[in-house]
């Protein structure tokens, strides 16, 4: 018999000869949550009361727990501010303007993912793997944007991310437009490929402003291993 965790999707493997008649529950082996199994019937509890919990045996690695231990290490790979090199997330429609802008953000020396499916770079996006976001705000297929999603961010989420918007009506380097979308730069979808100076420059003020915050919560996460 199996189940997944609710909280960690770790899938846990129970021994069917071990499978009490009546419903049961385990603690997960890797989050402690408590996960639920039905067991063989709806029968009586066994003589004596309630039956033992039977050991839980950890199956080898699933996909989500192969997903979480890259997550963590990609996290552990993102610089100490946001001038630093990290992981920089392109959700661009126009697979032309993705390429271009892929090209300055390497020689920032960022590690750069270009996703087409943006649920699954939102999901990653909130869970902290990426430091920089380029993206546009153009209309998603289907449900919201990759834009829209980061205005849902909390606020240290948000600040953990430094966002880059695209497209053709914005000046590149414009501080106003920036400030009215609530992005850190903007750049025009001519100036893509060649905006390595604003860019550096962006990164730069943009690290000076958060400079204390991005000490805290590198002593804080320093502390929690």
């Known amino acids: 018999m199996q189940a997944s965790?609710?909280?960690?999707?770790?899938r846990i493997v129970i021994d069917d000869s071990k499978v009490p008649d009546r419903a049961f529950s385990v603690k997960c082996?890797?989050?402690?949550?408590?996960?639920?199994?039905?067991?063989?019937?709806?029968?009586?509890?066994?003589?004596?009361?309630l039956p033992e919990p039977p050991a839980v045996a950890p199956a080898g690695p699933s996909a989500e727990e192969m997903r979480a231990q890259l997550m963590a290490q990609l996290r552990r790979e993102v610089g100490e501010s946001a001038g630093?090199?990290?992981?920089?997330?392109?959700?661009i429609p126009d697979r032309t303007l993705a390429g271009a802008i892929t090209v300055p953000l390497t020689r920032q020396g960022y590690g750069v993912d270009t996703l087409d499916d943006w649920e699954e770079g939102a999901r990653l996006l909130e869970q902290g793997v990426y430091?920089?976001?380029?993206?546009?705000?153009?209309?998603?297929?289907?449900?919201?944007?990759?834009?829209?999603?980061?205005?849902?961010?909390?606020?240290?989420?948000?600040?953990r991310v430094f966002l880059i918007l695209i497209g053709d009506e914005f000046k590149t380097g414009d501080g106003a437009q920036a400030f009215a979308v609530t992005a850190d730069l903007?750049?025009?979808s001519r100036d893509v490929g060649s905006a390595d100076a604003v860019l550096r420059s962006s990164l730069a003020e943009r690290a000076r402003l958060y400079q204390v915050f991005l000490d805290a919560r590198h002593r804080f996460e320093v502390s929690t291993g």
């Open 5 to 10: 965790c609710p909280q960690c999707s770790q």
């Open 29 to 49: 082996p890797k989050c402690q949550s408590v996960v639920k199994f039905p067991g063989r019937s709806a029968g009586a509890p066994e003589p004596g009361g």
């Open 84 to 91: 630093a090199s990290g992981r920089a997330l392109v959700a």
């Open 131 to 159: 430091n920089l976001v380029a993206t546009s705000r153009a209309p998603a297929a289907k449900g919201e944007s990759l834009f829209q999603r980061m205005s849902r961010l909390s606020p240290e989420g948000r600040r």
């Open 186 to 188: 903007v750049v025009n």
